[in-house]
């Protein structure tokens, strides 16, 4: 009998795997900054952060400094990074994590320096530098002066510069090669300043498989790392998917033609047919837009999904699939025998994006790792090597 009411299994090979994908589009000597923001997209941060470091991962990239303590808690020691934004409450606990920033004002710029002199730190921070996206980030004309402040600030080292592009197919959009051109600019810019830094990142998933130019030293995949990408670009073929979701047949049932299913009763048998009930609905993954139209595997073959996706269950129409009986596993996403339900498949047939379906498996539902003895290491950059300490600024005499 199997064990699990429902259970997403995690293969940490698949993303040790992706890893190396990733590293040798990027590049011989380029730092991956593994995402791992919302609970690495529904696959586990601990789990993932700690694998990612071991395959060589330059450091962690989360969505709040709440992510960045739970993944130092977990006894993650490499560089994290928040990308989004900072609430008050969470400055100093971060700092002293060693947690870095992303950076986008100078009211921000103030607080963190308010509290890095306050408790003695020095607060690392990413200059975040909005070129499109319009969200999060300072406009490339202030981008300097905010440069400038962190240069004079006692207790900000600037970590690294960064942007954001908007288009899911990366490079290959026009809007990205404007995005790249008003970025390079506050680099050069910054270079000519005498400005020193660890990191410039700027590529997620989309912009490492239309290779970017330039790459820059560092970037930011999420998506690719579990297996797929936002719009069909070349090499996608070679990611392998990381989650796969199953379930089980609890119920078997006979109805005759005209038994309604579901709330609504969205589906009337037109035929005497067998029902099998999944414990499993959207609280654990599974689209609602998928009612009355997605598949599940069974048995190597794909059942249709009857009436409409519930919080706990999900209805097949098994009638054609004879053998299928109580206790069989169903693949919602993943692999059973010849048949294969990818995340892209999925998202498609659910209209909505990948991103959405892993991080949509609540709570509830067990993650299950599998694999993870297999290290496919990617080269990566060195640390920066020693370099002499820039002249702190004059103090005032008076
Ligand atoms: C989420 C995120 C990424 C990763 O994007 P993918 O499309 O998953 O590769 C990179 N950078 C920033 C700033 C992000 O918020």
């Known amino acids: 009998m199997i064990p699990e009411r429902v259970w997403a299994e995690v293969d940490l090979d698949a993303l040790a795997h992706n890893l190396a994908v990733v590293r040798r589009r990027a590049g011989a000597g380029v730092g991956i900054v593994q995402i791992v923001k919302a609970d690495a997209y529904g696959h586990g941060a601990v789990a993932i952060a700690h694998h990612a470091v071991r395959c060589g991962v330059a450091g962690l990239g989360v969505g709040t400094s709440g992510e960045a303590l739970e993944l130092r808690d977990a006894g993650v020691r490499a ?4 990308l989004g934004t900072l609430v008050e409450d969470e400055v100093s606990a971060a700092l002293h994590h060693q947690v870095e920033f992303g950076l986008h004002s100078s009211d921000r710029l103030r607080r963190l320096e308010e509290v890095a002199a306050a408790r003695g730190l020095i607060a690392r921070v990413h200059l975040n530098v909005d070129t499109g996206m319009g969200r999060l980030g300072v406009l490339p004309d202030r981008a300097l002066e905010l440069l400038e402040d962190i240069r004079a600030a006692r207790h900000l080292e600037l970590a690294g510069i960064m942007t954001h592009v ?3 197919e ?7 090669v404007a995005q790249m051109a008003a970025f390079g600019a506050v ?3 910054a270079r000519a300043l005498g400005l020193r830094w660890r990191w410039t990142h700027v590529a997620n998933s989309a912009c490492v498989f239309s290779d970017l130019e330039p790459m820059y030293d560092t970037v930011r995949p999420g998506i690719a790392t579990y297996g797929a990408l936002p719009a069909p670009l070349p090499g996608r073929e070679e990611l392998r998917g990381v989650m796969s979701l199953s379930s089980q047949v609890v119920f ?4 005759p033609a005209g038994t309604p299913v579901g709330y609504g009763a969205t589906w009337v048998a037109e035929r005497a047919s067998r029902l099998a009930t999944l414990p499993l609905g959207f609280a654990d993954g599974v689209p609602t837009s998928l009612s009355n139209r997605g598949t599940v595997l069974l048995r190597g073959r794909r059942a249709p999904i009857i009436g409409r996706v519930n919080m706990d269950y999900t209805v097949l129409d098994v009638t054609d699939h004879p053998g299928v009986v109580v206790g069989d596993r169903a693949t919602i996403l993943g692999v059973d025998g010849d048949e294969r339900i990818t995340l892209e498949e999925l998202a498609a047939e659910a209209g909505c994006m990948t991103y959405e379906v892993t991080c949509s498996v609540g709570r509830r539902v067990p993650r299950l790792y599998r694999g993870g003895e297999q290290l496919s290491v990617p080269a990566q950059a060195l640390p920066e090597a020693p370099r002499a300490p820039t002249p702190a600024p004059q103090e005032s005499p008076l």
């Not at 990366?170 to 990205?176: E, I, L, Q, V, Y």
């Not at 078997?252 to 109805?255: A, E, I």
Request: net charge negative; proline share 5%; hydrophobic share 50%.
């Open 79 to 82: 560089p994290i990074v928040v």
């Open 166 to 168: 908007t288009a899911s």
């Open 170 to 176: 990366g490079a290959f959009a026009d809007s990205t």
């Open 187 to 189: 680099v050069e810019r």
């Open 252 to 255: 078997l049932k006979d109805v």
